[in-house]
């Protein structure tokens, strides 16, 4: 797994490849793969602000769970839309969880690289 970057504010921050595994054991104790995974079709924001929040922090930046909430709720309410917004953070958090797994070859985004703002 490469390091993985994550946008917060138009900044970007990066959790190094060798802190992945610590990021997921703090992501499981809030929130499973198999909870995540559940969350395409009704998402709890509160965990999943909870679950970025602990990604941040890991990359050095300074904020709370209560700030990234409150700022996916911005979000929604300047029309970036409910799904879009989980769905960051879904991808976000499923690049931790899945640290290991093989990497699915073809087209699309590049692993690893979340815009949560």
Known sequence: MANITLTWKGKAYT????????????IEDVLTLYELAA??????????????GIMLRFAGCKVSDRDVHSEMMRQIKD???EDM??????????????????EVSGEGDQPGKVDAS
């Open 15 to 26: 959790i190094p490849e060798k802190k992945a595994f610590e990021v997921g054991d703090e």
């Open 39 to 52: 969350m395409g079709e009704r998402p709890k924001f509160h965990k999943l602000a909870k679950c970025f």
């Open 79 to 81: 029309g970036a839309g």
């Open 85 to 102: 917004v989980a769905a960051n953070a879904i991808n976000a958090l499923m690049a931790v969880l899945l640290d290991g797994a093989p």
